[in-house]
């Protein structure tokens, strides 16, 4: 008998020290040089809440609902540099969609809220997607994207940045991996990240397909605010097809307020779906011969924004965001580097008679009348030379120092007038301390205003 327990343990034993054969690994990825055209499918469900400043150290809460649905082609591009930028792709648009509420938090129940739809035009279907640390950068080669209609296209979940999840080789059931930090700056989209981390774990897999949760945070600044940003969900990826397919994720992001945007306490729930394109569908349209002349790194042109109000069209670089805009006036602040370094007002004025305009003279009589005490002194007023033989505009500016709540600051008023009469101002103001740092963007940002028939606006 005791021998026969003896041989038990030594069988025991004998097991225990057979060889471990470690869990099958396999590969989730997604080739960088895949020409697949892809169809994408996206809801994305926003709720919660915006805060705008009311001055005195208060704010103004907003309740906020938003139901946006996209569905577009898609498929990658050659990657244009490291990390963030191996990502790139190019996408047709078929369906962009927004709509919003928004309602006082204090309004009383049953108010009506303040209800808003985004389309994206038939005119700016073709988008590259380019990828970059602080989330993709999106622009139509075709077509000048206006600042909404960035705004629609900018969602959470986006199709290009979700690939930065997958792992970079083969992994095992219940494995997990964090993605780099590039990756997660450019999922969360905060442009100055300071914190964050992702962890995604294949929770199951089989010969066709595998199931991988994430969950994770951030926390930096977006336009110099403050931002914390907290994602959890799942992406089913197929092995066959090699190609993931579905992704649901929610997404919770704190903001305070800032310079250019309202404070932000909202959760977006996103569904992401993604499947081969049929070839004899619009896919053929983005055929490797449609995208063979697509600039690896787009020209400042094409990531230029379009601003178009009252019969008039200007161009403006990224850093220019549009704040505000009424019947009356539009607000734009510019920012560089999470601080704000400018901002102008653009109003319509009264249409002059046709071939004239109000007078230099008459203008600097309302400058002075606006600014009040504000004002120091004109410190100069001049004529702006046309582009060309053909620029038949009048464009006059006029430079003021003066203060205000004991700031030293700098005015840049600008007279723009159309030969039939038609008139719009410009009104920039900068702390005199950043005079340098501006260096006369007001010219550059004038010099490309059009004045437009109502029949070439553009939609």
């Known amino acids: 008998m005791k021998r026969c327990w003896q041989g038990c343990v030594l069988l025991i034993l004998a097991v225990c020290n057979l060889p471990v054969f470690a869990a099958e690994k396999i590969e989730l990825a997604e080739p960088e040089t895949d020409a697949r055209v892809k169809l994408v499918r996206s809801h994305v469900q926003v709720s919660g809440q915006l805060q705008t400043a009311a001055g005195g150290g208060k704010k103004i809460s907003l309740k906020l609902s938003a139901d946006a649905q996209y569905r577009f082609f898609e498929r990658r591009l050659n990657g244009a540099g490291r990390d963030a930028e191996t990502l790139r792709?190019?996408?047709?648009?078929?369906?962009?969609?927004?709509?919003?509420?928004?309602?006082?938090?204090?309004?009383?129940?049953?108010?009506?809220?303040?209800?808003?739809?985004?389309?994206?035009?038939?005119?700016?279907?073709?988008?590259?997607?380019?990828?970059?640390?602080?989330?993709?950068?999106?622009?139509?080669?075709?077509?000048?994207?206006?600042?909404?209609?960035?705004?629609?296209?900018?969602?959470?979940?986006?199709?290009?940045?979700?690939?930065?999840?997958?792992?970079?080789?083969?992994?095992?059931?219940?494995?997990?991996?964090?993605?780099?930090?590039?990756?997660?700056?450019?999922?969360?989209?905060?442009?100055?990240?300071?914190?964050?981390?992702?962890?995604?774990?294949?929770?199951?897999?089989?010969?066709?397909?595998?199931?991988?949760?994430?969950?994770?945070?951030?926390?930096?600044?977006?336009?110099?605010?403050?931002?914390?940003?907290?994602?959890?969900?799942?992406?089913?990826?197929?092995?066959?097809?090699?190609?993931?397919?579905?992704?649901?994720?929610?997404?919770?992001?704190?903001?305070?307020?800032?310079?250019?945007?309202?404070?932000?306490?909202?959760?977006?729930?996103?569904?992401?779906?993604?499947?081969?394109?049929?070839?004899?569908?619009?896919?053929?349209?983005?055929?490797?011969?449609?995208?063979?002349?697509?600039?690896?790194e787009p020209a400042a042109e094409m990531q230029f924004l379009r601003f178009e109000s009252w019969g008039t069209r200007f161009y403006h670089d990224r850093d220019w965001h549009q704040f505000h805009q009424t019947n009356d006036v539009a607000v734009l602040r510019l920012v560089e580097h999470g601080s704000l370094l400018a901002q102008v007002n653009v109003s319509p004025i009264p249409a002059a008679a046709a071939g004239s305009h109000t007078s230099a003279e008459q203008f600097q009589t309302d400058i002075r009348q606006s600014l009040g005490k504000r004002l120091k002194s004109i410190t100069k007023a001049e004529s702006l030379k046309p582009r060309n033989?053909?620029?038949?505009?009048?464009?006059?500016?006029?430079?003021?120092?003066?203060?205000?709540?004991?700031?030293?600051?700098?005015?840049?008023?600008?007279?723009?007038?159309?030969?039939?009469?038609q008139q719009v101002s410009f009104v920039f103001a900068v702390e005199t301390k950043n005079l340098e740092k501006f260096s006369n963007r007001d010219l550059s940002l004038v010099r490309l205003l059009e004045f437009i028939p109502a029949r070439q606006a553009a939609k």
């Open 389 to 421: 033989a053909n620029d038949r505009r009048f464009l006059f500016r006029v430079a003021v120092d003066g203060e205000a709540d004991g700031v030293p600051m700098t005015w840049f008023y600008h007279l723009c007038a159309a030969p039939n009469g």
């Open 89 to 296: 792709s190019v996408r047709l648009y078929r369906f962009a969609n927004n709509e919003a509420e928004v309602t006082p938090a204090d309004a009383p129940a049953g108010a009506a809220p303040k209800k808003s739809t985004l389309k994206l035009p038939e005119t700016k279907h073709l988008i590259v997607a380019h990828g970059r640390r602080e989330g993709a950068m999106l622009y139509s080669p075709t077509a000048t994207l206006t600042y909404d209609q960035l705004d629609l296209i900018s969602t959470p979940g986006d199709s290009l940045s979700v690939l930065s999840l997958l792992p970079r080789e083969g992994i095992a059931a219940g494995d997990s991996w964090k993605p780099e930090t590039w990756a997660v700056q450019m999922l969360c989209g905060v442009e100055a990240m300071t914190k964050g981390e992702i962890t995604c774990k294949l929770e199951e897999a089989d010969a066709s397909s595998a199931r991988v949760t994430f969950t994770g945070s951030s926390e930096g600044a977006t336009l110099g605010a403050p931002t914390t940003v907290q994602l959890t969900g799942e992406f089913t990826f197929d092995r066959v097809a090699k190609l993931m397919t579905r992704v649901q994720m929610k997404q919770t992001e704190t903001r305070a307020i800032g310079a250019a945007k309202p404070g932000l306490e909202v959760t977006a729930s996103v569904t992401l779906e993604r499947s081969l394109a049929d070839e004899n569908s619009e896919a053929k349209l983005l055929s490797d011969a449609a995208v063979a002349d697509l600039p690896v």
